[in-house]
């Protein structure tokens, strides 16, 4: 079976697709933003990534959301839940979890359905 990665670099790839499913690395926005802002980064580079896969936030199959401090939950979730509000919501995880920098505050992981 082909694997294609997308934004494939020394360490990672941003995307890798496997038969008909998309496999996104973990999206993270600008250092020192709001959680407000970094979400948003986050779930429009979710959204690029998906459609270079021929995918969509329609097709999400689970998302799984770290932040840097459970404080930040109902933040997140305000931009989530406009984000989210016209695709069917996939499963979905959020934890706390030391990020790779004290400047991010959430980071996503997605994995979802090719449309074709």
Known sequence: MIITRIDQGPRMSEAVIHGNTVYLSGQIGAPGESVTNQTKAVLAEIEALLNRADSDKNHM??????????????????????????????????????????????????????IS
Request: no cysteine; net charge negative.
């Open 61 to 114: 199959l689970t998302a799984q959301i770290r932040l840097a401090d459970m404080n930040d939950f109902a933040e997140m979730n305000t931009v989530w839940d406009a984000w989210i509000a016209d695709a069917p919501a996939p499963t979905r995880a959020t934890g706390e979890a030391k990020l790779a920098s004290s400047d991010y505050k959430v980071e996503i992981i997605v994995t979802a359905a090719k």
